[in-house]
């Protein structure tokens, strides 16, 4: 299986680089690019809780929604608010460490699926073949599996029914888009056997948009909102304060 003769083991090799190099580039972006301000966690108001008795403030206005897993950590059911100057979202929310294990580890398996397919054709060899589904199972079970144990693991820290609420000015908002625009900033890669199953879920309902972390990152948000016209509404709102709209 690992007997290669020199030039094959070059293809396979350049490969195995050129991929790994296209995932951690990816990833990289994903986690660490920097944005123009800086958000804050705090713990969320009764209102933003989802909470009897919260009261919606007057100008405020508040959206329920399901979060993707990208890279603002949501995950599960969360509550947009909207106030004037600001907007805060709660709801389940990953560590930031613990995230981004998840999405390196699921991210290199799924990349090095293909240097495995190439060996197999270079080489003629099945067990290759057999290595890189085994590679590509692996991949997507820390995936999915994650993804299912996210809202869980973040509903464990709500204190007294209030969730962790991630605050930033609607100023900072960038790049608000309606359908497939939720996989920017790195997802189109870490999920691209996945991704245009979930552009077609997405197709008018998930709102997206970039805004900054509590640690000066921007991240992507990805809500779905059940119905086309609530989406459309929350996204005129969200660029109604200067957000630039996605061609």
Same mark, same amino acid.
């Given at each position: 299986?690992?007997?290669?003769? /020199?030039?094959? *083991?070059?293809? &396979?090799?350049? &490969?195995?680089?050129?991929? #790994?190099?296209?995932?951690?580039?990816?990833? #990289?972006?994903?986690?660490?690019?920097?944005?123009?301000?800086?958000?804050?966690?705090?713990?969320?108001?009764?209102?933003?809780?989802?909470?009897?008795?919260?009261?919606?403030?007057?100008? $405020?206005?508040?959206?329920?929604?399901?979060?993707?897993? +990208?890279?603002?950590?949501?995950? %599960?059911?969360?509550?947009?608010?909207?106030?004037?100057?600001?907007? $805060? +979202?709660?709801?389940?929310?990953?560590?930031?460490? @613990?995230?981004? +294990?998840?999405?390196?580890?699921?991210?290199?398996?799924?990349?090095?699926?293909?240097?495995?397919? /190439?060996?197999?054709?270079?080489?003629?060899?099945?067990?290759?073949?057999?290595?890189?589904?085994?590679?590509?199972?692996?991949?997507? =079970?820390?995936?999915?599996? %994650?993804? %299912? @144990?996210?809202? %869980?693991?973040?509903?464990? *820290?709500?204190?007294?029914?209030?969730?962790?609420?991630?605050?930033?000015?609607?100023?900072?908002?960038?790049? /608000?888009?309606?359908?497939?625009?939720? $996989?920017?900033?790195?997802?189109?890669?870490? #999920?691209?056997?996945?991704?245009? =199953?979930?552009?077609?879920?997405?197709?008018?309902?998930?709102?997206?948009?970039?805004?900054?972390?509590?640690?000066?990152?921007?991240?992507?948000?990805?809500?779905?909102?059940?119905?086309?016209?609530?989406?459309?509404?929350?996204?005129? +709102?969200?660029?109604?304060? =200067? $957000?630039?709209?996605?061609?």
């Amino acid at each position: 299986m690992f007997d290669m003769q /020199v030039w094959q *083991l070059a293809v &396979v090799a350049i &490969v195995a680089i050129v991929s #790994l190099a296209w995932m951690s580039r990816a990833i #990289l972006r994903l986690t660490l690019s920097p944005a123009s301000g800086q958000g804050t966690v705090r713990k969320a108001t009764a209102i933003e809780s989802a909470l009897v008795g919260g009261v919606v403030p007057e100008g $405020a206005q508040v959206f329920d929604g399901w979060a993707y897993r +990208v890279g603002a950590r949501f995950a %599960g059911r969360v509550r947009i608010a909207v106030y004037s100057d600001r907007v $805060a +979202v709660a709801g389940p929310r990953v560590p930031r460490g @613990l995230y981004q +294990v998840w999405v390196w580890v699921q991210g290199l398996l799924l990349a090095l699926v293909i240097p495995a397919l /190439v060996a197999a054709v270079v080489l003629l060899d099945w067990r290759w073949l057999v290595a890189a589904i085994g590679l590509f199972i692996a991949s997507y =079970g820390i995936s999915f599996a %994650g993804a %299912g @144990l996210w809202p %869980g693991l973040g509903e464990i *820290l709500y204190e007294q029914g209030h969730p962790k609420a991630l605050e930033f000015p609607r100023a900072s908002i960038s790049e /608000v888009d309606i359908g497939k625009g939720w $996989a920017k900033g790195g997802f189109e890669v870490v #999920l691209f056997p996945y991704k245009a =199953g979930i552009d077609r879920m997405s197709e008018g309902v998930a709102v997206s948009f970039f805004a900054p972390d509590e640690h000066g990152k921007q991240v992507r948000f990805a809500i779905d909102l059940y119905t086309k016209e609530y989406a459309r509404e929350l996204a005129e +709102v969200l660029e109604s304060e =200067g $957000a630039d709209r996605a061609a």
